[in-house]
């Protein structure tokens, strides 16, 4: 009956300036960054967490001792909750990326693309889910919070919920968000996913809509505009 909150690092600047941090060392949470991890752990202060786990990575482990902090909890890491492995990658930026061939592959294919010098998404899944299935059996009956990475946690809840990994991509994750499975005699049950506190739709104002409509109704009836000769 173990509970897993699954938590997204804060950002940072690598995040801002679209590069692929992966397993790049010394990646720390900006100004922002270290509000949102103060702000995500005043509002899990109340929760009853047994234990704070996350990966070696410096943002994940700034994050989770801002979570671990109210409760008193030393944080414990776990390599195998760590980053994709990117090989060469790491530290590139994500416009240069998406130019080469196999952006596409990862998108469409994840599940059996190798990124170049790495491992694929369907390695990571395995690990991340092998790693948090030994977190939760050592905490039987408790509430868990595991701190690691956007595609990792995209991995895990795709797993969870029985999705397969090839569509993991139509999940979104966002910086210091949570996602939060309970684990029942029937198997896992999502109760969130990428809960950040802030609900930020954009919706078109009904005046601009109505009127947009209206010139389309318009249109179709005029038909296209004849040139002047």
């Not at 704070?52 to 994050?63: D, F, G, K, M, N």
Request: hydrophobic share 40%; glycine share 8%; net charge positive.
């Amino acid at each position: 009956m173990t509970t897993l909150i699954l938590i997204r690092h804060a950002t940072n600047d690598w995040v801002r300036k679209g590069l692929l941090a992966g397993w790049t060392p010394g990646v720390h949470l900006n100004q922002e960054g270290r509000a949102q991890a103060q702000a995500l752990g005043a509002r899990l202060a109340s929760i009853s967490l047994d234990a704070v786990y996350s990966s070696p990575l410096e943002r994940a482990l700034e994050t989770a001792q801002a979570v671990a902090a109210p409760h008193n909890l030393e944080v414990q890491t776990r390599e195998k909750i760590g980053e994709v492995q990117y090989g060469d990658w790491n530290g590139q930026p994500l416009k240069k990326l998406s130019k080469q061939p196999l952006w596409t592959l990862v998108q469409v294919y994840p599940s059996g693309t190798r990124f170049p010098g790495g491992e694929t998404i369907g390695e990571m899944q395995a690990r991340v889910v092998a790693a948090l299935d030994e977190i939760r059996s050592a905490h039987p009956g408790a509430i868990v919070a595991a701190v690691a990475h956007a595609d990792v946690i995209k991995a895990a809840v795709a797993y969870y919920a029985g999705m397969p990994l090839d569509l993991f991509q139509r999940l979104i994750i966002s910086p210091a968000s949570i996602s939060i499975v309970h684990f029942g005699h029937f198997g896992p049950r999502l109760l969130r996913v990428n809960d950040d506190g802030k609900l930020d739709l954009k919706r078109q104002h009904p005046r601009k809509a109505r009127r947009r409509k209206r010139q389309h109704k318009t249109s179709r009836l005029l038909g296209p505009r004849r040139r002047r000769r």
